[in-house]
Nanobody
Framework: QLKLVESGGGLVQSGGSLSLSCAAS????????IGWFRQAPGKEREGVAC????????AFADSVKGRFTITRDNAKKTVYLVMNNLKPEDSSLYRC??????????????????WGRGTQVTVSS
């Protein structure tokens, strides 16, 4: 059974950094595109970053470009989202998602089939 488990969230001061992990199990990880999404209370879910099957293509929301990086280790079945220079507006529940597609990864949540439960990120001002 496909499973995604996020970790690494927490409370950090503005300007700080966090590294999130998305650990996968139960499927052929290297055949899936992975995306990170976030949703704050009262707001729509937003695509943050995504990565293609082989690290060759990545995409980021404009709001995080230059501050966040995304990588994957297919041997460890894990995707990492490193978040630097965090801002209070980055506070949200962060979830990773997977879809068995090739090519560039999509940034729309409706393109993804399977989701983790999420990890909370809170940035204090």
């Amino acid at each position: 059974q496909l499973k995604l488990v996020e970790s690494g969230g927490g409370l950090v001061q503005s300007g700080g950094s966090l590294s999130l992990s998305c650990a996968a199990s139960g499927f052929n990880f290297d055949e899936y595109l992975i995306g990170w999404f976030r949703q704050a209370p009262g707001k729509e879910r937003e695509g943050v970053a995504c990565i293609a099957r082989d690290n060759g293509y990545t995409a980021f929301a404009d709001s995080v470009k230059g501050r966040f990086t995304i990588t994957r280790d297919n041997a460890k079945k894990t995707v990492y989202l490193v978040m630097n220079n965090l801002k209070p507006e980055d506070s949200s529940l962060y979830r990773c998602a997977a879809v068995p597609l090739t090519g560039p990864c999509p940034m729309r949540d409706i393109e993804y089939d399977d989701w983790g439960r999420g990890t909370q990120v809170t940035v204090s001002s």
